[in-house]
């Protein structure tokens, strides 16, 4: 039965005529650390913020909830000195509770972590706003939104993997184009003021199915950084 209810959940929108809606929410574009010159890492900060880019997406990994290990709270708190964006935390990590303060001290604005990562979601939502920033959750491509049900009403934003978490430059999941517009009409539905974040093969083809789909914000690596032209790299995502 919970297998029963947990569909009906996710497709309960999925069969409507109407497959592209109109998007009330400007697109936000959020340009991954993932895909950027570790060298050079504050010049590529600001070259993005300069072409318009709103946020900066920063990966946190612990080499066990993905295999690689990058980006702690030191390189945020740098960051923040020469940067004026939003600095989005997306934590993919195990045991995301013990890290939340330290990003929030070195300047996190949004803190996301994984409903896969923790038993204690709600608990880590009010840690993440009593530390002062905006609070996310993110789930893997095989995750079901049903596991919001109870959440939604307390995160500013859900950030969806469009790949399997952990590496840059993958190909996009196709079939999470559905799981985005069941999402979308979730939270419309309800009326809630809920950002819709996707991760993973973001580009100007993809960008515009996720955005028909009802995401707002759009997290790209590679397409960003290794444009010869990243203003119009940018610009292209928004549509």
Do not use: W
């Not at 590529?44 to 318009?52: L, P, S, Y």
């Not at 939340?100 to 880590?124: N, S």
């Not at 952990?166 to 190909?171: A, D, E, T, V």
């Not at 996720?210 to 119009?232: C, E, P």
């Amino acid at each position: 039965m919970a297998h029963e209810h947990e569909h009906a959940y996710e497709n309960e929108h999925l069969h409507e005529e109407e497959t592209h809606i109109h998007i009330e929410r400007p697109t936000i574009i959020a340009p991954s650390l993932l895909s950027a010159d570790f060298a050079n890492l504050g010049a590529d900060v600001r070259r993005v913020e300069e072409a318009g880019a709103e946020y900066i997406h920063i990966d946190v990994m612990d080499g066990t909830f993905v295999p690689n290990i990058m980006m702690g709270p030191c390189i945020v708190e740098s960051l923040r000195k020469i940067s004026q964006a939003v600095f989005d935390v997306h934590l993919m990590v195990e045991h995301p509770e013990t890290h939340i303060d330290a990003f929030a001290q070195a300047g996190a604005d949004i803190i996301t972590f994984h409903v896969e990562a923790t038993h204690h979601a709600h608990r880590l939502i009010q840690q993440i706003k009593a530390a002062g920033c905006k609070a996310g959750i993110a789930l893997n491509p095989g995750t079901s939104i049903y596991t919001l049900e109870e959440l939604i009403d307390d995160v500013d934003m859900v950030l969806l993997m469009t790949v399997n978490p952990g590496f840059g430059g993958q190909k996009f999941i196709e079939n999470t184009v559905g799981k985005i517009h069941a999402l979308y009409h979730t939270i419309a539905d309800n009326e809630l003021d809920v950002d819709i974040e996707v991760d993973g093969g973001i580009n100007a083809e993809t960008a515009e199915s996720v955005r028909s789909a009802g995401a707002n914000v759009l997290v790209a690596g590679s397409y960003i950084y290794g444009a010869s032209d990243i203003t119009a790299a940018i610009h292209s995502l928004r549509g």
